[in-house]
């Protein structure tokens, strides 16, 4: 089992930024992939982000390239969403995901652990 917490949510004007926490725990696996999605009020849970536990690579979504930088940090065992230049249209609750699986996937569907999520709003 894995447990994931996010963090660091919260209100920011349209051009600023804000670095979101995943606080992981229980049985985590180098081998495991973390994600970042985010979900809109009626729309569908969407993908920002991947990592493997191990580190080393990276995906992103093509709306967040540049913008959004995913990291972990194994001491602390917690994974970071940097996200910068934000738009309104990034407003969201902002989820981080687990999954044992062999490449970084970005469907949602593929990943069994899941946080509560996080608040982030971006005003104009």
């Known amino acids: 089992q894995v447990q994931l917490v996010e963090s660091g949510g919260g209100l920011v004007q349209a051009g600023g930024s804000l670095r979101l926490s995943c606080a992981a725990s229980?049985?985590?696996?180098?081998?495991?992939?973390m994600a970042w999605f985010h979900q809109a009020q009626g729309k569908e849970r969407e993908f920002l982000a991947a990592t493997k536990w191990s580190g080393g690579v990276t995906y992103y979504a093509g709306s967040v390239k540049g913008r959004f930088t995913i990291s972990i940090d194994n001491a602390k065992n917690t994974v970071y969403l940097q996200m910068n230049s934000l738009k309104p249209e990034d407003t969201a609750v902002y989820y981080c995901?687990?999954?044992?699986?062999?490449?970084?996937?970005?469907?949602?569907?593929?990943?069994?652990?899941w946080g509560r999520g996080t608040q982030v709003t971006v005003s104009s």
């Open positions: 229980g049985r985590i696996l180098s081998s495991h992939v």
């Open positions: 995901a687990a999954a044992l699986i062999p490449d970084l996937s970005p469907r949602y569907w593929d990943y069994g652990y």
